[in-house]
Each structure stands twice: as C-alpha cells, then as structure tokens.
C-alpha cells in the first residue's frame, strides 16, 4: 500500500504566523498603501520565508503561495500566470538545458582534464586551472550548483585523491582542502561575471527592468569582466597563503590528466558538435544586442541545435527536473515582486529609506547598501530567495538617492553572487563543496569572512572605476 509523502508541517509555522500577522495588520499600513499593496507584502514576506524553512520543495512553496494570491484576489488569475511567460525566467530554463549539454558529452570534464594538464604543475596552478575550467563553462551554465557540484566537484575529489588526499583518512589538508575551498570562490566569481552563469542573475535583470533599468548580455559581462578578473587573479592567491596545501608540487598531474584523457578516448561528434553550440550561443550573446536577437532567443536556438543534431533528447529535456522547477518557482517569485512595485509597496519603501539616507553622497549610499545587502545574506540558504527578497527595494532606494542606474542596477547584481562568500549554506554549491568533508565549518566562516571584504574593495573600487571608464555612467 503506498503511503503519503513526508511532509515537514513544522516548518510551515513561522511562514504561516507570519502571513497572518502581517495581514491582519493591514489596519495599522501607512495611509499611503493600499490594501492590495499589505496583503502583497504579507503573502510575498510569507513565500520568502517558506523558501528559506522549506516545509516543502521550493517548487511547492511557490505553488501554494500562488494559489494564495491568486485565491485572496490579491492578484487577478489573468495578471498572475502572466509570470510564466517573462522572458529572463525562460532564459534559465532553456540555459539549464544547454549546460546538461556539457555534462552528457563529457565535454565539460574533458576540459577540465585539458586544463590540469596544460597547469597542473603546482597546487596552485591547478587552482587557476580549475577556476578557468569554470570560467569557460560559466556563460551556458545558469545552475552554479550545476557547475560545481556535477562538473567540477567530481574532478577535484578524484585529482585529490590521487594524491592521497582524503578527509576520511584525516589527509584533507594535503591538496584537497585548498582546490575545494578555491573553486567555491572561484564558483562565486564567475558567477558574477555573466548574466547566464547564476540562475539569480537573469531573476535580477527581471526586477531591474520593473525598476525601468534595461541590462543587456553584454551589459553585464562588460561591466563585470575587470573586477572579475582581478578578483580571479587575486583571491586563489589569498587563499593559497591563509590555507595553504601541504603538497605545493604536483608533477603527476598531468601524468593523471592524460590517463582521464586516455580514458575517455579521442574527442567524439557529440562533443564536437556541443563545443560549436555553445560558440554559437556566446557569440550571439555577445552580438545579440547589435542585431536583435535576444539571449532568451540565443538559448532556444541553441537547444533547438541541440535537439536537431541529436546531442540531447526531448527525454533529456524532459528529465532535466532542475529547469522545470526553476521556471515554476521563479515564474511565481518575479509574479510577486513584480506586483508588490505596481501596487505601490516597493516606491513607498524606497521613499522611506532614501529619506533616512537624504543627503548622503550617492556613492556612500551604494557602499550602505550593498553591505547591507552582503552581510544580511547571514540569514539566508538562498541567494535567488535574497534577490527575490531585497534586490528590487534597493535598487529602488539607490536610484531615488541618486546613484547612477546602470550602476547600481549591475552592483546590487553582481552582488546577488558575491554575497555567497559568507556561510556553509549560502548558495547551492557552499552544502555541496562544504559536505564533502574537505574544509571545517570554523576554517570555511573564517576565510569567507576576509574574503568577502577583499569582494567589498575590489568591486565597489575597481568595479565603480571601471563601469565610469568605459561609459556606464
């Protein structure tokens, strides 16, 4: 006989207390607010909340909360399932499945592979090697988690282990520690860098473009691509002297990299075919904006490539569970943030903090803001729950104070990723990296404590700088 599902009800009791009491607050709002625009803010405050609890797959969270908002007549049914056809939602989706691309060809390990060979001399230089791998990769593959959980991770573990190092024979401080702890910031990086490298960024494009600020493909890569690059440059150095390895030497990594490579045979016509999409994919990403075409319009034609050539199937599409459980619940948490500005809560909260912070120099309200916006990330599991949460109030908040658009737009985004160098639950790849038992909790909140003042100074200096040097504003 088959038995319900485990379901944690538990779970369901702050979110729940804390809808209601928000709602039947509505008597005490400003005057300024209409009833429509508190219910919105108690039903989305809820739906944060329960993503972060999870009584219930986030998926799920997001399909009762829809059916609260639509059920209470906060939103029209019509206007709600408006939210399934944004075209940044549909972006990830489709990304998602081209980054399964790399992951069934074995495209994406061969390159790995490739890289420890070419730089795998030094511990340290299979750091920088890896990293490049997730660099490259970054563009096509919007689950982060994806990236390092199911490309990068198995790698590392398997490079470490060749060289006896094993947390399960107390060995992790010879190699392992180091590479897991570097492609975790190395992962956030990237991250940052590209618009299609976090499934949040596009999330923050959305809401961006509620606040009347349009970002572009190119936009963001060319905003994000010095401060990135020296944060690449600069961080796996920082950690190799605050954690270094116990084996500085690595002359048999390439010896191993060629017996993977050996393994996995010469290059097939699936892989050949996968490495041209995705060239096909950047260019137009890069190209798009000059000539129309869109990057949401770039991923399908680079899926409908795919399912052409025969590199992936409608199965693959099909089972690729992560996609279809992003599209629903990110449909439902933009639907949400969407209405809380047209009815009127976010301006109004904007207002009320921008005239908390009247005169102010701009710049020093975008520093105030985007610590704000770093160290709240303590209280999160969910960098996209984080944007969900703050990212379109303090957009708000900074345009009404005076900080140029694209800039703030773009620095509360890049933002959205770095904030992940804080605790062992920040992002998705932090519980993959950090269980697999390579790095203690008190090292990983240590060093992710110095590490995200060194994110703070690069980006806010170098980053401001250099979006004023090529005419961002």
Partial sequence: MQSLEKIQYKKFLIPLLTGLILWFATPLRPETLSVAAWHM?????ATII??????????????IAFTLTTLTKTVPIDKAITGFGNGSIWLIAMAFFISRGFIKTGLGRRIAFIFVRAFGKKTLGLAYSLIGVDLILAPATPSNTARAGGIMYPIIKSLAQAFGSDPKNKTERKMGSFLVFAEFQGNIITSAMF???MAGNPLAQSLAKSNH????WMDWFLAGLVPGLISLLVVPFIIYKMY???????PNAREWADKQLTKMGRITLPEKIMTLVFLVALILWVVGS?????????AFIALALLLITGVLSWQDVLHETGAWNTLTWFSVLVMMATELNELGFIPWLSKTIADSLNGLNWFIVLVILVIAFFYSHYLFASATAHISAMYSALLAVAISAGVPTMLAALMLGFFGNLFASTTHYSSGPAPILFGSGY???????????????IYL????SAGTFWMKLIGMW
């Fill in 457 to 460: 100074v690069i980006w806010l």
């Fill in 50 to 63: 329960g993503c972060i609890t999870q009584p219930l797959p986030i998926g799920a969270v997001a399909i």
């Fill in 213 to 216: 600020v349009d970002l572009e």
């Fill in 290 to 298: 000059f000539i129309h075409v869109d990057a949401t319009l770039t």
């Fill in 195 to 197: 618009l299609t490298a």
């Fill in 41 to 45: 803010f108690a039903l989305f405050v």
């Fill in 244 to 250: 270094p390895p116990q084996i500085k030497a690595t």
């Fill in 439 to 453: 790095v203690k909790q008190t090292e990983w909140w240590k060093m992710n404590a110095v590490l995200g003042i």
